[in-house]
């Protein structure tokens, strides 16, 4: 219950009262799922007092709409409990109370055996649909990387099993085009993720779960995903209800920022004016104690990107402009920003937030990105650069042409803007 409610397996564990090592290791044999339940159903399933309703009601020639009214239920569930669990001894459907109840005891009955272990068939075609291998168009195997199967979900840079990779709702799905008139060949693809994750399901084996595009060797649990969100962010500071003056590029001060990150997770902030595409660099050096000591989870971030540290960055940089080159500034949902509110007390800046997986919003930024990666290529430790070279690099970025100013530098379009103010 307590992990259903979004707790981590270790908090989880103190509050059952057991070692977390053993929480921890219950979650993983169960492999992120929740245990069967054996109790009796909960007041989401009809009870036989319903189905007696049901049985009076129906008997007098209500509709299902008018029969839902009367219990405070769905249409839809008054229709399919008609449509399942009516008798169908006699040539005419009729719904009596007694047998619905016995038709729906019986099918909530378990465990009962799995749709995949019974069903060789239909378990060949779902294993060839997930594992099954690539092949070139003249039909020849590609074997891809040599990889090893380790129980948990691939590491950061590591080689994934090359396979056919068909998700479950694929396969599920597929069937029906496949086999239109083949009853036995149809699964859901929650079925399937249960045979996968959970082991006494059997049926398919667990090292199946690296051909998932996630790779997960266990599944999240969903109030987990939930309280994993931007809790900083409000509809207030979305891009959405940025002034339209923004978007014209007309006045200067409203700036894009983002993080280019490197080598052990180094990184470096980056400032666009969009008006005049004005760049500043922010400078996030190691915090002290960094590489010293062992990672303490939920402690202080110490290479230097934490909210506090970018707040902090931007803080110093923004307060060297006038009053009129700090009007807005436009950042993606990391938490690196989780501090916007205090910056913007402390700098009187504007913060908006672009969607979710939409860089276009921030083009800007974006594009000089990719110029500094010229400077800053991917994979190297930019926490080795000082204050100086950044400026320096900054300097060599605002004194070239730029086609999009009529071949003006930055430093000159702002430098106009400026005097025309």
């Known amino acids: 219950m307590a992990i259903a409610q979004g707790l981590s397996s270790e908090n ?3 509050e059952a009262g057991i070692p977390q090592a053993i929480g921890t290791r219950w979650f993983r044999n169960a492999g992120g799922m929740p245990p069967i339940d054996l109790n009796p159903p909960s007041g989401r399933f009809l009870s036989f007092s319903e189905r007696e309703e049901i049985a009076i009601l129906w008997a007098r ?5 008018a029969i839902a009214r009367e219990l405070g239920r769905s249409a839809s569930t008054i229709c399919r409990e008609l449509r399942r669990n009516s008798s169908t001894r006699s040539n005419a459907l009729a ?10 005891e019986r099918r ?3 465990p009962k055996v799995a749709r995949l272990a019974g069903n060789g068939h239909l378990r060949k ?3 060839e649909r997930l594992s099954g291998q690539i092949t070139r168009p003249n039909g020849d195997v590609v074997p891809g990387p040599v990889t090893s199967w380790i129980g948990r979900r691939h590491g950061r840079r590591q080689d994934r099993l090359w396979a056919t990779s068909w998700s479950p709702e694929q396969i599920s799905n597929r069937l029906r085009i496949d086999f239109p008139d083949d009853a036995s060949m149809r699964i859901s693809h929650e079925a399937i993720y249960q045979a996968l994750y959970v082991q006494g399901r059997g049926a398919l084996k667990r090292e199946l779960v690296a051909c998932l595009r996630t790779g997960r060797a266990l599944r999240v649990p969903r109030a987990r995903r939930q309280a994993s969100g931007k809790n900083f962010l409000t509809p207030e500071v979305m891009i959405s209800q940025r002034p339209a003056e923004v978007d014209d590029r007309a006045i200067p001060g409203h700036w894009e920022g983002d993080l280019i990150v490197g080598l052990k997770s180094s990184a470096i902030g980056t400032l666009v004016e ?3 595409r004005f760049t500043l660099l922010l400078h996030l050096p190691r915090m002290q104690g960094h ?5 303490i989870k939920n402690g202080p971030p110490l290479t230097g990107h934490g909210a506090e540290a970018v707040r902090d960055a931007i803080a110093a940089t923004i307060d060297t402009l006038p009053a009129q080159l700090r009007r807005s500034l436009t950042w993606d949902q990391g938490a690196e920003m989780a501090q916007h509110a205090q910056l913007r007390i402390d700098t009187g800046l504007r913060i908006f937030f672009c969607d979710p997986h939409s860089p276009w919003q921030r083009g800007s930024n974006e594009n000089t990105n990719g110029l500094l990666r010229q400077y800053f290529p991917k994979g190297t430790d930019l926490s080795r ?5 950044l400026d320096a690099v900054a300097l060599a970025l605002n004194t070239r042409p730029r086609k999009t100013l009529g071949w003006r530098t930055p430093a000159e379009a702002l430098d106009n803007h400026l005097r025309a103010l």
Request: aromatic share 8%.
């Open 61 to 65: 020639n209500l509709g299902v709409r």
């Open 274 to 276: 969009r008006t005049t």
């Open 95 to 104: 719904y009596r109370a007694t047998t619905a109840q016995w038709h729906a």
């Open 291 to 295: 590489g010293e000591q062992p990672r």
């Open 108 to 110: 909530a009955r378990r």
């Open 125 to 127: 075609y779902v294993q």
């Open 385 to 389: 650069h000082s204050r100086n070279e």
């Open 12 to 14: 989880a564990a103190s």
